[in-house]
């Protein structure tokens, strides 16, 4: 009763002195999905929610899921995402992903990939 409360896709959780937990939309997959940023002391991070399903879909973002209800619409969004962090420091968790499922996305050839060997210091 009274525990949960709608809010805006872009929502803020948290903000405060560089740090920074938000909502971002990663539209396609269902109405109004979308995934988690943290920032922090200039590190950055996404939580992908059912926007990406397997690391395949970093090789191939056309490949969708039964339960994309706007497939252009998903294979847009993980395009962006993919251009966006590729080749940045920035950590992708890959919510579906056995593990590991955590990386960089990083180019391979004309696709990507989760590149999982990353520094310990993140």
Not at 1 to 8: I, K, M, Q, T, Y
Not at 81 to 108: K, N, Q, S, W
């Amino acid at each position: 009763a009274g525990l949960s409360r709608l809010v805006d896709s872009n929502h803020v959780l948290f903000d405060c002195g560089g740090s920074r937990i938000y909502l971002r939309p990663t539209p396609g997959h269902t109405p109004g999905h979308t995934s988690l940023i943290i920032e922090s002391c200039g590190a950055k991070a996404i939580i992908t929610g059912d926007c990406f399903h397997h690391p395949l879909q970093l090789a191939k973002p056309e490949l969708g899921t039964v339960a994309d209800t706007d497939s252009a619409e998903a294979i847009r969004t993980r395009g962006n995402i993919l251009r966006e962090f590729c080749g940045t420091p920035a950590l992708m968790f890959g919510t579906h992903f056995a593990r590991p499922t955590v990386g960089v996305v990083v180019a391979d050839g004309e696709s990507y990939r989760l590149e999982t060997d990353i520094p310990k210091h993140f």
